[in-house]
């Protein structure tokens, strides 16, 4: 299910073995999976997009950095 949300302090996922890149604050969508969570953007004329560890997205929701629109918790 994509939800919608908004970054809202750092959120940061990893390239491979490369270093932690930071996900820009605003508006964005999240997609729950049993393992990860897609989180896409759009920034001017590109767009971006980057998976994380389900536990790091529940402690960036936990932490407040991600903040899930309001009726699409849970």
């Keep these: 299910m994509r939800k919608q949300a908004r970054i809202v302090g ?3 996922y990893r390239e491979g073995d490369g270093p ?3 996900i820009r604050k605003g508006p964005c969508e999240v997609e ?3 393992l990860d969570v897609t989180i ?3 920034d001017a004329d590109s767009h971006g997009a980057a998976a994380i ?3 790091d ?3 960036y929701v936990a932490s407040k950095a991600i903040q899930v629109d309001a ?3 849970g």
């Design 53 to 55: 560890p389900l536990g």
């Design 40 to 42: 896409s953007w759009t």
């Design 71 to 73: 009726g699409q918790v």
């Design 10 to 12: 750092v959120v940061e």
């Design 57 to 59: 997205y529940k402690r």
């Design 20 to 22: 932690n890149i930071t």
């Design 32 to 34: 729950e999976s049993s």
